[in-house]
């Protein structure tokens, strides 16, 4: 065996190296221990106090995003509404409602079937009578026929919603369905939302109404406590119980004469008063600890939009109430269970990390929520454009900029022609299918500052910033012919498209945002005029 004193150092040394970790690390480990055994037997001491509280705290924590859902699916409701109210307004004629644009009765099925929370969809004009109304049943979406249309002016939520002012919204009470004079079973859940519909000259034409199948926010309030100890109860302001987990049969008693005790302030009168006495707190007696909070569903935080209105009455004053309860026995289980030396210290811990997991799981999904609804007021659904309202907001920002730094800003007015052969042909399907793709080749051929907005139908603005005169505008504009006039397979079909193109340039076509969008329009109806296909500047109004 050769001898190597460099080897025996080398062994040497890592040796000391592990005890010097391993001392160290043994160092770390007995003082976090012994701080951890002083503090568990410290809160040993305290642990009723310590667990009420931290119970109290959970109950409050789930309280407050329970609330912040309600409203959110509130807000959403109201954004729906107002939304789908605008496409009315813009879709039918005002002075003669019997003339319905198709488009606007596919958007109503579309919107009842993709979004499967809204029982019906209707429009009734200001006579009460019903010009478009939506079923949903199943997971389908139905148009009602002519013949089976009502004239609803008697109908309260007509007269409460009618009178509103533009952009208020209405809310009825939840309660349950009733058709012809009957509760209908299975119990149906609803919030009935309406506006009104007015004109520029402040003319009512009726109102848009959407029936919430409010099974979904109840479930939503349900989801928040799923898997947990306590007891749920969600209450009307009156003290009826529209969400009971401890007696699902005491749900909506108020619907019932023979059930009218069925209340809070029968039940559990303690309670009810602590309740009508605080909006919000916790309370503690030998059977139940509750957590309470008081909420106003109804009162719009989400958005700067609308004015709510409850039944006649102002959103402010109208809440509901949701109450917990964790019986003692739970309580007294969970005492039990951390007198488990170094098990229940553990297990403590594990239910911490578990609830952080879960609050953030939830916080996760509402952020996804506000993507989503994001989503909806800035885009396009079907081609993922900027939207008519979003983009040309930001066409005047990028305006501003090139006014304060005397620069240039390039549109491009695109309008498809042939496209409405293509619907005429081949269906709405098939149009679609031509939007989309045609959208998807505007895009590729846009730089990374550009953007392109879907100003509604078939016509398209293309926004191109920090350009230097014609020049780009006009290579662009070639670009987009020549991509488009491509065939587009569409079900084993060939389908040919092409188009006509505007192009204005700021600030020489215009200095405002209406005056260049009108010099691009008015450019791309002169391309039209003389040929398809081809692209026409502002400033000459001669075809390239």
């Keep these: 065996m050769t001898w190597n004193p460099t080897a025996i150092d080398e062994e040497n040394s890592r040796k000391s190296q592990f005890l010097g970790i391993f001392r160290i690390a043994a160092l770390i480990i007995i003082v976090v221990f012994s701080i951890l055994l002083v503090i568990y037997f410290y809160e040993n001491r305290r642990q009723k106090d310590s667990l009420i509280q931290e119970l109290v705290q959970q109950e409050q924590a789930y309280l407050g995003i329970a609330t912040l859902s309600v409203q959110q699916d509130i807000a ?10 605008d496409f009315t307004a813009s879709s039918i004629d005002l002075t003669e409602h019997t003339h319905i644009n198709d488009s606007l009765e596919e958007l109503y099925l579309h919107m009842s079937e993709n979004y499967g929370i809204y029982d019906q969809i209707r429009f009734i004009d200001e006579q009460g009578d019903e010009v478009i109304r939506v079923n949903y049943m199943d997971g389908d979406a139905e148009l009602v026929s002519p013949d089976r249309l009502r004239n609803k002016k008697n109908r309260y939520y007509f007269q409460d919603s009618y009178l509103l002012s533009q952009g208020s919204v209405y809310f009825s009470p939840i309660d349950l ?21 007015i004109d520029e000259d402040g003319n009512r034409h009726g109102i848009v109404v959407l029936n919430y199948l409010a099974d979904n926010l109840l479930e939503i ?3 928040v406590y799923k898997g947990y100890d306590s007891e749920l109860m969600l209450l009307n302001e009156d003290g009826y119980f529209l969400i009971n987990t401890l007696d699902r049969d005491m749900e ?27 909006g919000g707190g916790w309370y503690l007696d030998e ?3 509750y957590s309470y909070t008081r909420i106003y569903p109804f009162v719009d935080t989400w958005s700067d939009h609308s004015t709510y209105t409850v039944s006649g009455e102002s959103a402010a004053n ?6 917990t309860q964790i019986p003692m026995t739970t309580i007294q289980s969970r005492l039990d269970g951390t007198n488990l030396s170094k098990a229940g210290f553990v297990l403590l811990s594990v239910l911490i990390v578990g609830s952080s997991i879960l609050i ?3 916080w996760y999904q509402k952020n996804i929520e506000n993507l989503y609804i994001r989503n909806l007021a800035h885009f396009d659904q079907l081609t993922q454009c900027y939207n008519r309202a979003w983009g040309l907001r930001l066409l005047d920002d990028v305006i501003s900029k090139a006014r304060s730094k005397k620069g240039n800003v390039g549109l491009l007015f695109l309008d498809l022609d042939k496209f409405k052969e293509v619907n005429d042909t081949y269906g709405h399907k098939a149009g679609d299918a031509v939007l989309v793709h045609c959208a998807a080749e505007i895009k590729k051929v ?13 016509e398209f603005l293309i926004v191109l910033p920090n350009i230097i005169g014609y020049s780009r505008a006009t290579d662009k504009a070639k670009i987009l012919q020549t991509k488009l006039k491509q065939p587009i397979i569409f079900e084993s079909v060939q389908i040919y498209i092409d188009s006509s193109i505007g192009i204005s340039v700021y600030p020489e076509d215009g200095h405002s945002l209406n005056d260049l969008v009108s010099s691009s329009d008015a450019a791309m109806y002169k391309a039209k005029q003389k040929k398809r296909g081809g692209y026409v500047e502002s400033r000459s109004m001669v075809l390239s």
């Design 76 to 85: 959403k409701m109201a954004n729906d509404l107002l939304t789908l109210a």
């Design 446 to 458: 846009l730089g990374s500052d550009d953007f392109v907005i879907r100003l509604g139908g078939d």
């Design 360 to 362: 953030a799981y939830l």
């Design 221 to 223: 309030i349900n989801l």
């Design 177 to 197: 369905n009733v058709e012809d004079g009957k509760i209908e079973v299975p119990y149906k859940p609803m919030i009935r939302i309406a506006t009104p519909i």
């Design 287 to 289: 059977d139940y600890l």
């Design 318 to 323: 109208r809440y509901w109430v949701i109450l």
């Design 252 to 278: 909506f008693g108020f619907m019932f004469d023979d059930r009218r005790n069925e209340n809070l302030s029968e039940i559990n009168p303690d309670v009810y008063e602590r309740i009508e006495d605080n």
